[in-house]
């Protein structure tokens, strides 16, 4: 919701360059997916506006790439419940008579086709709310407003409270904000009890929004749903970051204590100004949120024969200090987590010994600083001459991490209520089939307690909220079709669609196409390996897969793939098309489908699974092959990768004809061109491709028709 400031938006090329661009999304870019990057205009706006943006984009596809291909929508963070909205949207009758996207009236396109997609992904998404610390909620509004409402005149200057206002209403009083926060400092009742405590709720516009999701059907029901958490799914709470203990409710988020003291004759200490900000984590129950307050001291000072009297009193410039009552800790549980990295404590210890200059006997300037290891650090400096006029400055800082719990485990994965105890379910202890049954996503998966197994720790089982679990996996192909490939396949690529693709827990209604490089999986009763299901995990081919599923924590529901499900709409009967290279994993099992199975083969396989991540970082690739007759070549293409063009450099050691071969990452040949080739020179052409992002093979072949070398270049 900052993205209109520039530094911190997010926009469509550094998504890129952070979701897909990465290692291992790799083998979907090779075969050949095409990736669509939303960058909201204004991501504070009501969510249901930024959904029907959505819903225009997803028609335009429609209408433009007719084809029988489906949509893969992954949603992050609060792009994953638009998404969600989005979807469920189209399958609604209010779809199917029109909508507004941009003030605009939209017809909807092929309203038959509905979304038109087979798998729906969210990444750490608020599905039932998001939490942010009522305290820093509250000290934010403070600065906005000013304390308990009133205006701070002294501290804080106009401008500074005008622009601490713009940010607050353009953030925390934005739609969205106020759509998915558990808790809104604005929904403040102080009338609630009759002590000091105040209640607090979630923002009345929370409740439209998720009533109107409810009745339009909660979650799409024609695709198949995922979703990722990255919380703690054996209900690890968060830690502190210098011990990793468990952090508790209430315990510190950030605190500031600081005084300027003049001192006189040397021992005698006079305050002149101080200043203390406490900001806590929710209470679980009641108790403290923050306090804070800062002051001038006016100082009497009246000499007598035998010494000094010093008055004191405290002038104050502003104070408040917040409780609240009935208020669930997110913020400790386990959950995603949003933190600023700088002010995470150090668990280090040191006690720096005073530095006098220019000398002790007579020291000008002195200062020492002090870390206890558990989070507190003091630093004092004075400046002066002693016995004369001295002033001094001491500072304390304490936190147990400025990290919190910003999307509950319970929320990313809508598992259970978000309200009810516990707050951080163990969900892999929990009984089948409860495990997936508590949510409506068919596949769940999280941080799992075993990543120890990795390297991991126990501060590591809540990760940032950006982060996506895209866990490593043997590939099946490793084995049976290269046995010297080590590059291994992604659980995410596994469930989108490269090499192997399993299909279950989907009702389709349409004419849809699947293709993958080796197997496809229909209902075989052989699940997906990599998944644990109540029937267990499917180890029945353990030479071609590793059971990583006790760490990697993914729980499916094993639900058939069904073909042409009943649906309030008249659809004609659909044809679905499997495509695939080796027929050893197809079975339809369902008892007389109301539909047309087709099954193709793959006339040649490109071996995708080998094709090595870090050779994507190379600006040119060569390769060379020698046949009986001495015949040596090369192609140098740059830069590589590229995007729209590049140029082929080529050496050859004998004059002939060749030609130069293009194809796609399905073998398809999408260039053919002659070229003179010359011995010991190189020829150089330049090749327009346009905007075509994947991968790409080239061939040299010469006048007999042999392939003498080649490489592989990727388009961006």
């Known amino acids: 919701v900052i993205d209109f400031l520039p530094g911190l938006n997010r926009d469509i090329k550094r998504i890129y360059n952070e979701m897909i661009k990465g290692e291992d ?7 050949g997916y095409s990736f669509v990057v939303v960058d909201w205009k204004n991501s504070r706006k009501n969510m249901i506006e930024n959904a ?51 003030s605009i009236f939209r017809e909807p396109c092929k309203p038959e086709l509905m979304h038109k997609t087979r798998l729906f992904m969210s990444f750490d998404s608020p599905h039932q709310g998001a939490n942010i610390p009522l305290s820093l909620q509250e000290f934010y509004k403070t600065l906005a407003e000013g304390s308990s409402g009133i205006t701070l005149t002294k501290f804080i200057t106009a401008p500074t409270r005008i622009i601490f206002s713009w940010l607050y209403s353009r953030t925390m009083q934005s739609d969205a904000v106020q759509q998915l926060l558990l808790y809104h400092a604005d929904t403040r009742n102080p009338f609630c009890n009759s002590s000091i405590y105040n209640c607090y709720s979630h923002h009345f516009m929370h409740a439209d929004f998720f009533q109107q999701l409810d009745e339009l059907g909660d979650y799409p029901k024609y695709c198949k749903l995922m979703a990722l958490s990255n919380g703690a799914i054996g209900g690890n709470k968060q830690t502190r970051a210098y011990s990793h203990a468990e952090r508790i409710a209430g315990d510190v988020l950030f605190k500031f204590d600081s005084e300027i003291y003049a001192r006189v004759l040397h021992f005698i200490k006079i305050p002149v100004f101080g200043a203390n900000i406490d900001l806590r984590t929710n209470p679980q129950g009641n108790g403290k949120l923050f306090d804070y307050g800062w002051g001038t001291w006016g100082i009497k000072i009246k000499p007598y024969w035998f010494g000094l009297k010093v008055k004191v009193g405290l002038i104050s410039n502003g104070s408040e200090e917040l409780y609240g009552a009935n208020i669930n800790s ?111 996503f068919d596949v769940i998966a999280g941080i799992s307690s ?42 995410l690529n596994r469930e989108i669609g490269d090499e192997i693709l399993y299909l279950n827990n989907r009702e389709i209604p349409w004419t849809a196409r699947f293709e993958s490089e080796f197997d496809i999986v229909v209902n075989s009763g052989n699940n997906n390996p990599h998944y644990e299901y109540e029937s267990g995990t499917s180890n029945t081919d353990m030479l071609y897969s590793l059971d990583y599923t006790d760490w990697l924590g993914f729980y499916s529901k094993e639900n058939a793939f069904i073909i042409a499900a009943e649906n309030p709409i008249d659809f004609h009967n659909p044809t679905v098309t499997f495509k695939y290279g080796d027929p ?37 690739e060569t390769s060379s092959e020698a046949n009986n007759s001495f015949v040596e070549s090369s192609l140098t293409a740059y830069p590589n990768p590229f995007s729209e063009y590049f140029s082929v450099a080529i050496t050859h050691n004998k004059n002939e004809i060749g030609q130069l071969i293009v194809y796609n990452s399905l073998g398809v040949i999408i260039l053919e061109s002659d070229i003179e080739l010359k011995s010991n020179a190189t020829a150089l052409m330049n090749i327009n491709f346009g905007d075509k992002p994947g991968m790409y093979f080239i061939s040299l072949v010469d006048s007999q028709g042999k392939t003498v070398s080649s490489l592989k270049i990727i388009a961006q």
């Open 25 to 31: 999304l790799v083998e979907l870019r090779n075969f």
């Open 584 to 620: 050893e994993g197809y079975a339809y099992n369902e008892p007389d489908p109301p539909a047309v199975v087709q099954v193709e083969r793959l006339e040649e396989h490109l071996e995708i699974c080998c094709i090595k991540s870090e050779d994507y970082n190379k600006t040119s």
């Open 330 to 440: 997110y913020c400790t549980n386990a959950g995603g987590i949003y933190k600023i990295s700088g002010l995470q404590p150090s668990s280090h210890n040191f006690n720096d010994s005073p530095k006098p200059w220019p000398g002790r006997d007579f020291p000008m300037f002195k200062y020492s600083g002090s870390n206890n290891g558990d989070g507190s650090y003091n630093l004092v400096a004075e400046v002066g001459i002693p016995w004369v006029a001295q002033a001094g400055v001491e500072i304390g800082l304490m936190s147990d991490g400025f990290h919190f719990g910003f999307i509950p485990v319970k929320s990313g994965l809508d598992w259970g209520n978000v309200t009810d105890a516990p707050l951080s379910p163990d969900i892999q202890k929990t009984d089948w089939p409860d495990r997936v049954n508590n949510s409506p």
């Open 450 to 491: 075993d990543n120890d197994r990795m390297g991991g720790n126990a501060y590591l089982r809540n990760r940032p909220h950006l982060y996506v679990e895209n866990a490593a996996v043997k590939s099946r192909s490793d084995q049976t079709k290269l046995r010297t490939c080590k590059f291994n396949t992604f659980i």
């Open 52 to 102: 029907m943006h959505i819903v225009a984009l997803i028609d335009h596809l429609k209408c433009n790439y007719p084809n029988d291909h489906e949509i893969v929508v992954i949603g992050e963070s609060m792009g994953g419940v638009i998404g969600r909205y989005a979807l469920t949207f189209m399958e609604s009758a209010d779809y199917q008579i029109g909508y507004y996207s941009s």
